[in-house]
């Protein structure tokens, strides 16, 4: 009796209905989490490069008020700074007329 009650539910139509139906399941799952991770590697390269661009456009602005910058990338470190911070401004040079001497 168990053995045709397992029959009539084990038909060749319910069994290929069956295999269908996770074949589509399966697909879309697989569909679905492909481009979740392809969502989720667009919005890490968005952050990364709004990062990097927020960084310079913040090492330019100190720099150009004149404040030393330091900068380091494992055991190397320097200070960044503005040249034109360093170089005195010279007073105008005066033009001299020259004079003769009796």
Same mark, same amino acid.
């Given at each position: 009796?168990? /053995?045709?009650?397992?029959?009539? #539910? !084990?038909?060749?139509?319910? /069994?290929?209905?069956? #295999?269908?139906?996770?074949?589509?399941?399966?697909?879309?799952?697989? #569909?679905?989490?492909?481009?979740?991770?392809? !969502? +989720?590697? &667009?919005?890490?390269?968005?952050?990364?490069?709004? &990062?990097?661009?927020?960084?310079?456009?913040?090492? $330019?602005?100190?720099?150009?008020?004149? $404040?030393?910058?330091?900068? +380091?990338? &494992?055991?190397?470190? #320097?200070?960044?700074?503005?040249?034109?911070? !360093?170089?005195?401004?010279?007073?105008?040079?005066?033009?001299?007329?020259?004079?003769?001497?009796?």
């Amino acid at each position: 009796m168990l /053995l045709q009650f397992l029959k009539q #539910i !084990f038909t060749k139509r319910n /069994l290929l209905v069956f #295999i269908l139906v996770v074949w589509l399941a399966f697909s879309v799952y697989y #569909i679905a989490r492909d481009q979740w991770q392809k !969502f +989720q590697l &667009g919005q890490l390269q968005v952050a990364y490069q709004k &990062g990097s661009s927020d960084t310079v456009k913040l090492l $330019i602005e100190q720099v150009d008020k004149c $404040i030393r910058v330091p900068v +380091q990338d &494992g055991d190397r470190k #320097i200070e960044v700074v503005k040249v034109n911070c !360093f170089l005195k401004e010279t007073p105008p040079k005066e033009t001299a007329t020259p004079s003769v001497k009796p």
